[in-house]
Nanobody, 115 residues
Framework: QVRLVESGGGLVQPGGSLRLSCAAS????????MAWYRQAPGKEREWVAA????????NYQDSVKGRFTISRDNDKSAMYLQMNSLKPEDTGVYYC????????WGQGTLVTVSS
């Protein structure tokens, strides 16, 4: 069965950086476009960034362009999100999934940006 395990979150000050990881199993990872999503307190889950299966073409929500970088390692069935210049509005639980949200959600990893 599909399993998605997010890690790397934590508490950082505004302007700081974090690198999130997503470990995937239970499906042929390299065939699928993947994405990061987040859910801020009191809000619905939203799409943040996406990356295609083989070419690693990327796309980002406007609010994170120039600050976040999505990447993947198909040999490790892993995906990453490098987050720089973090802002308080980036606070939330971050999740990974296919770009169609087709797998069961993992537990997510909490990112808190606060001074």
């Amino acid at each position: 069965q599909v399993r998605l395990v997010e890690s790397g979150g934590g508490l950082v000050q505004p302007g700081g950086s974090l690198r999130l990881s997503c470990a995937a199993s239970g499906f042929y990872f390299r065939l699928y476009n993947m994405a990061w999503y987040r859910q801020a307190p009191g809000k619905e889950r939203e799409w943040v960034a996406a990356i295609t299966s083989l070419s690693s073409t990327t796309n980002y929500q406007d609010s994170v362009k120039g600050r976040f970088t999505i990447s993947r390692d198909n040999d490790k069935s892993a995906m990453y999100l490098q987050m720089n210049s973090l802002k308080p509005e980036d606070t939330g639980v971050y999740y990974c999934n296919g770009d169609r949200m087709q797998w069961p959600w993992g537990q997510g990893t909490l990112v808190t940006v606060s001074s």
